[in-house]
């Protein structure tokens, strides 16, 4: 499948709508523009890639919707050359946003077969990540500290090995809840033990669980 011109254009409509819901990061936008959403979505859904809905990709896992993509990714406020620590890689659309504003990328999956297309996928089509399959619970220890830690699945509590290895004066971005729905919580890393919480509103996301899935 190609990018095509119509593709394009289909994205910069998905960006004007993103824009107008309150993504501002210019960073951000210029990134939706130009990683093609639809090569990362199942040939039956295609028609829908550019719509701002998430969407099935095997695994009872999902494709966030852009805005999603897009909030987490604007309150990570990334910078280029950031070492960012991805838990669930998914279909691996949110590691090429992040690729294209210039981070370092370690992605962890916990799905297998998702973990192995992405692993495949995204250097295809030009985004190279460090991708990793295993517990997002556990985080990556031996790659830590993080500058930026992005959790992209619904927890209970916030992981405390992720809290350990992210960098003082990093920033981790994590939903919070139950499985209906959880509040997004940008945590900062002021000292070795100390942090600062903000709540940025309610979002569903698919649950962040322990362990590897064959």
């Known amino acids: 499948m190609k990018d095509t011109y119509r593709h394009k254009g289909l994205r910069k409509n998905l960006v004007e709508e993103v824009h107008t819901k309150g993504i501002d990061d210019q960073r951000v936008l210029e990134a939706i523009m130009r990683v093609p959403r639809h090569l990362f979505m199942d040939t039956s859904f295609v028609q829908y890639a550019y719509k701002d809905q998430a969407f099935p990709i095997g695994c009872g896992q999902t494709i966030s919707q852009p805005y999603t993509v897009a909030y987490q990714t604007q309150l990570l406020d990334l910078r280029r050359h950031d070492k960012v620590l991805e838990v669930g890689t998914g ?14 990328v370690y992605t962890v999956e916990r799905q297998r ?9 995204l250097p295809s089509i030009g985004y ?65 033990d100390e942090y600062i919480e903000t709540e940025h509103g309610r979002f569903v996301f698919v649950p962040l669980l322990k362990g590897k899935s064959m």
Do not use: H, W
């Open 113 to 121: 077969e998702l973990f192995i297309k992405a692993q495949s996928f």
């Open 128 to 192: 190279k990540a460090n991708f990793f399959y295993g517990d997002g619970y556990e985080g990556l220890e031996s790659y830590a500290p993080f500058d930026r830690i992005l959790v992209t699945a619904g927890a209970t509590e916030v992981p405390e090995k992720l809290k350990v290895q992210l960098k003082t004066g990093g920033i981790m971005v994590v939903p919070l809840g139950d499985s209906n729905s959880q509040v997004m919580t940008r945590i900062e890393k002021k000292g070795e």
């Open 91 to 104: 279909s691996g659309y949110q590691a090429a946003i992040l690729v294209e504003m210039g981070a370092k």
